[in-house]
């Protein structure tokens, strides 16, 4: 029974993070109809300048409890890298084909990439110190870290930060009529351009804020960005690309099913998320939530 | 198949040569060289100095760069060595081009051959992957060039890929001999073991070592089974529906050939899901990809696996010179201490001195490739692991397997093994002889090793 409560906790914890990374992907392309090839990398960002801040706070003495203000720190540096990446590079390419899109932001991938290397090395770099802030949780006979749960809860604030933000304020209104059409909303007197440049940067701070959340429990490694850039197309292919509610409802199918593999079907782990996101595009190609 | 014959546990892991400790048997082995006469005589004939041309593939880009930074390190270090002596014979001085062997397979080949017929190399060497070595080594022999593999450890390679290589050779141990001496290192300390958990990285290290581990296992600790099983791909950092998994199986024993980003990734979680507190733990590479990658958090008392090969600690001490003062230097020129992949790379270049030199000494001038290549089919030599012995018929590098035990040492950073429990087995006792038949040839087993483990094994009792 406390297996069955853990998994169920697993599956949540890796959820969140998948919503977190998947979400941005969405709403960036909801807005802007520009598939992000970077956007794993930018969650790899995230986790990495976490730790190496939280390595240099622990390295200054800061109160342990402190440490948690540097999660959207590290969100927020993923964000400013946003508003410099969407004018500089992404605007002079909207009015060309995709293909020069996804040329362009998979070079960024690979740009960034390097620049992790570069910056921080190869070793993977660690920032447990945080987990360790929060206390175990005993489940049944089992030990539970606890602060698992926090990171359940931040993205669980997330979505609903996100859909309050998307339905329920004036920005949001701007953003929907821009992403429903562009020329129109310009002819209206929204900044399109700001729009955009604030779409592609909350689509970054979720991306960063996960990859902030998780590495305290993992390690920043080289190569996450790919993993997860992979994963949230996955997610997205199950939920429909642009849909809010897509991300939430596909990150969590994805958890689960994952969980339930790994538990009873280890032998194909790897095969049975690509396996779903194949039926749910033979049945619906546009996903869940997703219209044509 | 005949029943197998049983034997009592202790006897068998003794006829393997199994050794425990610092000191002792496995000191035999290690009979300190004499010391390198610091003036080498000079070379026989005339030599021409133009420069000697290495080609160095490795992951200099991507996750596995962890493992491509201390290969080319270690190539580097050992060609600025010999250069500052004036270079190979005293006169060719090596230059180094390098590839990115994260290119992929298919562009990896594609700069093979553009080295040699663009770059001239005079030899090719690095390479980690064991997808890129069994689709290198035909098309090196296809060039006539000579090639000397640090890693891309599979079996496949000089079992099936390049059954009889002339140019190709291969430096660091056998990847079936991973599983094997994690299996031997785990019968010989937890011998109460009954259930045992896999954890792999689900690609052809993972189902190699997972494969030879239970191989050895059945016969080592007969009456044992496989509670739980997991095949994460590799790259995975979220291990938590893992690990939830293998608790909820109750296992004895942990198995798992994870490594890397993925390992330190890997035993934070299962640290604070108390799966070091629950059950034994046995490793192919926790100490593998680089000493320094670990934290003083990692549980002691884990075997740590070195890929059978290399950790800078051992052999420890005034023991043997050549290791401490090769961790000395390495220290001095790269700020870090060496791995495997240094060690592997470093000797392979050593190892190519030392047999054009004795080429010369015999021939006089430059000698040619397969002149060279005489001399180093048999050719057995002292490097900072121990002694290496190149065999003749699969020009396979065959070194003592060791691993040990995980101990914080407050000497260093990081954890290293405890000192009194390494293990050491002779590389002969775990790997398939000279003659024995490779896969196709009267048997489907995945290696000439399975084949030999299944049909001269026997099985322990007690």
Same mark, same amino acid.
């Not at chain 1, 992790?116 to 090395?121: A, D």
């Not at chain 2, 992949?341 to 270049?349: A, K």
């Not at chain 2, 080429?359 to 002694?387: C, H, R, V």
């Given at each position: 029974?406390?297996?069955l ?19 941005g ?11 992000n ?14 730790? !190496? ?6 390295a ?5 409890g402190w440490?948690?203000l540097l ?9 400013l ?7 500089l ?11 020069y899109?996804?040329?362009v932001?998979f ?10 290397r570069?910056l !921080? ?5 660690t920032a447990?110190t ?6 175990i ?9 606890g602060?698992n ?14 859909w309050?933000?998307?339905y329920r304020t004036?920005?949001?209104?701007m ?19 700001l ?23 993992q390690a ?5 960005g790919v993993?997860a ?5 996955v ?16 990150a969590l ?7 339930a593999?790994?538990?009873f079907?280890p ?9 779903i996101?194949a039926i749910?595009?033979l049945?619906?190609p546009?996903g869940?939530f997703?219209?044509? | ?13 003794s006829a393997?040569?199994?050794?425990? @400790? =610092? ?7 290690? #009979?300190?060289p004499?010391v ?13 100095d133009? %420069?000697?041309?290495? @080609? ?6 991507g ?9 080319l ?24 081009i ?5 290119? =992929?397979t ?13 770059g ?15 689709a ?5 022999e296809?060039?006539?060039l ?7 450890c ?7 890929a ?8 291969? *430096? ?24 045992? +958990? ?6 052809s290290?993972g189902?190699n ?5 239970t *191989? ?12 739980s099983?997991? &095949?994460?791909?590799?790259g ?5 529906? $893992?690990i939830?998994?293998?608790?909820s199986?109750?296992p ?9 980003g993925?390992?330190v ?8 899901y ?6 034994k733990?046995a ?13 003083k ?6 075997? +740590?696996g070195?890929h059978?090969?290399? $950790? ?7 023991? &043997?010179p050549?290791n ?9 020129r ?11 790379s ?15 000494? *015999?021939? @006089?001038?430059?000698?040619d490739?397969?002149?060279?290549? =005489? ?41 290293? &093994?405890?000192?009194?429990?390494? #293990?050491?087995?002779p ?5 398939a002889?000279?003659? &024995? %038949?490779?896969?196709g040839?009267?048997h ?17 009792? =007690?």
């Amino acid at each position: 029974m406390s297996i069955l409560v853990i998994q169920i906790l697993n599956s949540l914890f890796y959820a969140s993070v998948l919503f977190l990374i998947a979400a941005g992907l969405s709403l960036i392309f909801g807005v802007m109809r520009i598939v992000n090839m970077a956007h794993g990398t930018l969650y790899a960002v995230g986790a990495y300048v976490t730790a !190496w801040l939280m390595g240099k706070a622990i390295a200054l003495g800061v109160p342990l409890g402190w440490l948690f203000l540097l999660l959207p720190v590290g969100a927020g540096v993923v964000a400013l890298a946003g508003f410099v990446i969407e004018p500089l590079l992404l605007r002079p390419f909207y009015r060309r084909a995709e293909e020069y899109q996804l040329l362009v932001t998979f070079g960024l991938l690979l740009i960034l990439e390097d620049v992790i290397r570069f910056l !921080w090395g190869g070793m993977p770099i660690t920032a447990d110190t945080l987990q360790d802030v929060v206390p175990i949780m005993h489940i049944g006979g089992l030990v539970y870290p606890g602060y698992n749960l926090v990171v359940i809860g931040i993205g669980a604030l997330a979505a609903i930060g996100l859909w309050a933000g998307i339905y329920r304020t004036k920005f949001g209104v701007m953003l929907r009529a821009t992403s429903q059409d562009r020329r129109m909303a310009s002819a209206l007197g929204i900044n399109v351009g700001l729009v955009y440049m604030s779409a592609f940067a909350i689509g970054c701070f979720m991306a960063g804020l996960g990859g902030a959340i998780i590495v305290p429990s993992q390690a920043a490694v080289l190569g996450m960005g790919v993993d997860a850039l992979i994963l949230a197309f996955v997610v997205v292919v199950i939920g429909g690309l642009g849909s809010l509610q897509g991300a939430l409802v596909g990150a969590l199918i994805v958890s689960f099913v994952r969980t339930a593999g790994i538990q009873f079907f280890p032998e194909i782990e790897l095969a049975v998320l690509y396996l779903i996101a194949a039926i749910v595009l033979l049945i619906k190609p546009t996903g869940l939530f997703g219209n044509a | 198949m005949d029943k197998p014959n049983t034997v009592d546990r202790r006897k068998f892991l003794s006829a393997l040569g199994v050794t425990v @400790g =610092g000191v002792g048997v496995a000191g035999a082995s290690l #009979i300190a060289p004499q010391v390198v006469k610091a003036a080498t005589e000079p070379a026989k004939g005339k030599i021409p100095d133009t %420069p000697y041309k290495t @080609g160095h593939m490795t992951f200099l880009t991507g996750p596995a760069a962890v493992l491509g930074d201390p290969s080319l390190k270690g190539h580097i270090m050992a060609a600025e060595e010999i250069n500052a002596q004036g270079g190979l014979l005293g006169k060719r001085k090596i230059e180094t081009i390098t590839a990115d062997e994260a290119a =992929g397979t298919d562009a990896n080949v594609k700069e093979l051959r553009r080295m040699k017929l663009e770059g001239k190399i005079d030899l090719f060497t690095g390479v980690i992957s064991s997808g890129n070595t069994p689709a290198l080594g035909p098309v090196a022999e296809e060039l006539s060039l000579l090639t000397m593999f640090v890693d891309g450890c599979t079996d496949f390679l000089f079992d099936v890929a390049v059954p009889n290589p002339k140019y190709t050779f291969r *430096l660091t141990n056998i990847q079936s001999a991973d599983g094997i001496t994690a299996a031997i290192g785990a019968a010989q300390a937890w011998p109460q073991t009954r259930k045992i +958990a896999h954890l792999h990285p689900d690609y052809s290290y993972g189902r190699n070592a997972s494969e030879h581990f239970t *191989l050895a296992i059945e016969r080592l600790l007969p009456g044992t089974q496989v509670v739980s099983e997991s &095949w994460p791909k590799l790259g995975t950092t979220d291990f938590t529906s $893992h690990i939830t998994k293998i608790l909820s199986s109750e296992p004895d024993l942990l198995f798992t050939s994870v490594w890397g980003g993925d390992y330190v990734a890997w035993y934070k979680q299962a640290l604070r899901y108390g799966l070091f507190d629950k059950m034994k733990v046995a490793t192919t590479l926790a100490f593998g990809v680089a000493p320094h990658a670990l934290g003083k958090d990692h549980p002691e008392g884990v075997l +740590a696996g070195v890929h059978s090969n290399y $950790h800078f600690t051992y052999p420890g001490g005034d023991r &043997w010179p050549i290791n401490k003062s090769f961790v000395q230097r390495y220290f001095k020129r790269w700020n870090e201490y060496p791995n495997f992949q240094s060690e592997g790379s470093y000797v392979t270049l050593h190892m190519l001195k030392a047999a054009i030199e004795r080429a010369n000494k *015999l021939m @006089g001038g430059w000698p040619d490739d397969e002149m060279i290549i =005489g001399q180093l089919e048999g050719m057995g030599f002292d490097t900072p692991s121990g002694y290496l012995y190149i065999r003749p018929d699969n020009h396979q590098g065959y070194k003592d397997a060791v691993t040990g035990f995980s101990k914080n040492n407050p000497e260093y950073p990081f954890p290293t &093994w405890d000192q009194n429990r390494i #293990i050491t087995i002779p590389i002969r006792n775990i790997t398939a002889p000279a003659n &024995w %038949p490779k896969p196709g040839k009267g048997h489907n087993e995945s290696t000439a090793a399975a084949n030999w483990i299944k049909t001269t094994w026997p099985k322990s009792v =007690g």
